[in-house]
């Protein structure tokens, strides 16, 4: 029934965040969409129609499993409940990739519901190594870590980001997940160069790329402060940071993100045709 | 300055507190702002949340209270799992409590049956008994018989005609409720669950079969209509089986 092995990767298409509002356009034409993500969370109920919608869906298309609740950057333990719920899924669905962010959510039991920062010390260095080989020993597969959006800066960090993702990769064979948009966010909030960053991220870990909408606001100094909304298309400059990228990167799969004030269809598969465009403008 | 993750979280559910120290606008000063993005997503974040679970306690109450509600609850009670599909679970006892809800004394059975049906939604799938099977069985067998239901099906009782208040706030030209006590089972034959008014004796019948009785040990209530019961029960795909 389920015809895409484990040893199957993304294919290096664009693809899209799965909302089920949009189940019945995708069904009869999901083109240029070739691989659909879906948030782990939202499939961790025991049936009904969240559940049968996704195992129509991975007949047709191959699969992302995307976390948002494993809380890799805590100070404390993983959650054994649920890194047992995110196996039960993963074991059933056999997706294409299994991706997850370098951020806390949970702290002393309680779920915060938002991708919070951490430093980028030895000491965390440590601790997100060791919760990644967790997972993936537990997964018995590798998967991939994304870097986050930052609002601001941790005095204490002793690495950059770029450096120590590498230094993770290092430590426990696991992939990336580059969101482009993060890295903007990221460098306009945090007064650094997006080129820069890409230039010094360790690429040939990639396994997938993201790309979705911000907001744009100011702190109290007057300073841009753009926010991470998954709620609007893709700005130009984004674009423009995403060629750089591919550049480097060669062609990889290419996900819009779009999760708040979800449009319909045809205007997602617009942000995904240039999603298409991009990659076609990209040597292998 | 160290930040522990203790001390942003705290700060997350306070904003009368600072942002932690050791947390930098790009220029070196101590953020401030930018700390509020996280406490905004947060808030925002459960507070969305808490209004998918319940848009009937949101429809009755009105979007400003519900939300002043929300902000209230989420930081009394903190999501304790990442699935977020069944953030709520507390409204309930949280409602009896919340002083500017009390003139709407059924809002904790109305939270009930709300989560009740978000859990149907999620419920395991489940094959149900052909009916022909229980018609087959002697009158003999048919009272010894257990049943034994699909997950999705529960059964609510309340003082308050929470099947009218919730059919008045999801479906177009329902009548106005009116104030008596009201049963309900809910349902799942499709996807979608469903919601039936259940009178005295069919609510202690089904009840007592969930529990385990034989459908004779049901007889105690001259009331009862245990083929309408039945009838009921098989039409909506909730007997899974028989033993």
């Known amino acids: ?284 | 300055m160290n930040v522990t993750q203790a001390a942003f979280r705290a700060g997350l559910f306070d904003p009368e507190l600072p942002a932690p120290n050791g947390l930098q606008n790009p220029d070196g000063a101590q953020a401030s702002k930018r700390f509020d993005v996280y406490r905004n997503n947060v808030a925002v974040g459960l507070s969305d949340a808490l209004e998918a679970a319940f848009p009937v306690i949101r429809k009755l109450v009105g979007d400003n209270f519900f939300r002043a509600m929300a902000g209230v609850y989420l930081r009394k009670h903190p999501p304790k799992s990442p699935l977020m599909m069944f953030y709520g679970q507390a409204m309930p006892q949280f409602l009896r409590r919340f002083g500017p809800a009390q003139s709407l004394p059924y809002l904790p059975d109305i939270a009930l049956l709300e989560l009740a049906m978000r859990r149907a939604y999620h419920a395991a799938d489940a094959g149900s008994v052909d009916p022909q099977s229980l018609g087959a069985l002697a009158p003999d067998a048919l009272l010894a018989s257990r049943l034994r239901f699909a997950p999705a099906v529960q059964v609510l009782k309340s003082g308050y005609p929470i099947h009218a208040i919730y059919r008045a706030n999801t479906t177009a030209d329902a009548p106005k409720p009116v104030m008596k006590p009201e049963n309900v089972l809910i349902t799942r034959a499709g996807f979608d669950p469903q919601i039936h008014l259940l009178d005295q004796a069919a609510t202690t019948c089904i009840a007592a079969l969930k529990d385990g009785a034989t459908l004779g040990e049901t007889l105690v209530d001259d009331r009862l209509d245990l083929g309408a019961t039945l009838a009921l029960l098989l039409g909506q795909s909730a007997i899974t089986s028989i033993y």
């Open chain 1, 1 to 284: 029934m389920f015809d895409q092995p484990r040893d199957t990767p993304l294919p290096a298409l664009p693809g899209v965040g799965y909302k089920p509002q949009h189940y019945a356009d995708i069904i009869k034409d999901a083109d240029p969409v070739g691989w659909l993500e879906i948030h782990a969370e939202n499939y961790m109920g025991d049936g009904g129609r969240p559940i049968a919608q996704l195992r129509h869906l991975a007949e047709r298309f191959p699969i992302s499993v995307h976390g948002v609740g494993l809380s890799i950057g805590s100070e404390g333990d993983l959650d054994p409940d649920h890194l047992a719920r995110l196996k039960h899924l993963v074991d059933w669905l056999n997706p294409a990739s299994f991706s997850e962010h370098l951020a806390w959510s949970t702290h002393d039991s309680h779920f915060l519901n938002d991708l919070l920062p951490l430093p980028y010390t030895e000491t965390t260095l440590a601790k997100v190594a060791s919760h990644i080989t967790q997972v993936q020993d537990t997964l018995g597969r590798q998967m991939l870590l994304e870097n986050p959006s930052s609002y601001l800066a941790f005095a204490e960090s002793t690495y950059s980001e770029p450096d120590f993702l590498r230094e993770i990769v290092a430590r426990t064979g696991c992939g990336l997940l580059l969101d482009v948009n993060n890295v903007f966010v990221s460098a306009t909030n945090l007064k650094t160069s997006p080129q820069a960053y890409i230039d010094a991220f360790p690429v040939d870990a990639v396994g997938e790329i993201h790309l979705g909408g911000h907001d744009e606001d100011q702190d109290e100094t007057g300073a841009p402060l753009l926010i991470d909304s998954h709620g609007k298309a893709v700005v130009d400059p984004v674009w423009a940071l995403l060629d750089y990228t591919l550049a480097r990167t060669g062609p990889k799969p290419l996900l819009i993100e779009w999760d708040n004030d979800v449009p319909d269809w045809a205007t997602l598969a617009d942000e995904a045709k240039r999603a298409a465009k991009a990659l076609d403008g990209v040597a292998a």
